[in-house]
C-alpha cells in the first residue's frame, strides 16, 4: 500500500470515529498528512505515513506513557497552555507539538526522584538548548515554556 492509499484509510477511519473533529487532508504538504482535532481537548492531531523515525519517537513516548500514567495529564495540559499562548504553531515558526512532550519526559527524568528512566542515561539538555536556540522569532515564548516547566516541578515535588 503506498502513502497516498494509507493516508486516505487513515481519514476514512477517524472520520467516523466519535473521538476526532474537523477532519481534513494535506497530500501536498512537504509531509502529507491528516488532520483532525481531538473531541474532548480541542488538540489538533496531524497523522502522517511512511516516517520511521516519527513512527519509533511515537513508540517511545507510548511505552514512555504506560509506565508514568503521569506523563499523560501533564503533557496535554502543557500542549493546551501552549495552544492558549500560541506558541504551538508549526506552520508559524512555533515549537513542533513533540517538543511539549519531550520537555515534559525530560523534567521527569530529571527531578531530584526521578519518575521516568532516561534513555541511554544521557544528559540531553543540550540537545534542547541546540533545537530550542533555533526558534529565535519565539524566544520569549521559549522561556514561558521554561519557567512553566520550573512551576511543575515545584508543583509535583
Not at 489538533?44 to 504506560?66: D, M, P
Request: glycine share 2%.
Amino acid at each position: 500500500m503506498h502513502q497516498p492509499d494509507v493516508l486516505m484509510l487513515v481519514k476514512d477511519c477517524l472520520s467516523v470515529s466519535s473521538l476526532f473533529v474537523e477532519m481534513e487532508a494535506d497530500f501536498h504538504a512537504r509531509v502529507p498528512v491528516v488532520i483532525c482535532k481531538e473531541r474532548s481537548s480541542g488538540l489538533i492531531c496531524k497523522v502522517s505515513a511512511g516516517n520511521e523515525n516519527v513512527f519509533q519517537t511515537t513508540t517511545y513516548l507510548s511505552a514512555l506513557a504506560t509506565q508514568e500514567p503521569l506523563l499523560m495529564p501533564l503533557v496535554l495540559g502543557f500542549r493546551r497552555w501552549a495552544r492558549i499562548c500560541e506558541i504551538d504553531r508549526t506552520e508559524e515558526g512555533s515549537l513542533p507539538p513533540y517538543v511539549f512532550a519531550l520537555l515534559v519526559i525530560f523534567y521527569l527524568q530529571k527531578r531530584k526522584e526521578p519518575l521516568l528512566p532516561t534513555y541511554f542515561n544521557q544528559d540531553v539538555s543540550l540537545f534542547f538548548i541546540s533545537i530550542l536556540k533555533k526558534q529565535t522569532n519565539k524566544q520569549k515564548n521559549i522561556l514561558v515554556c521554561f519557567s512553566l516547566l520550573a512551576l511543575f516541578r515545584n508543583f509535583l515535588e
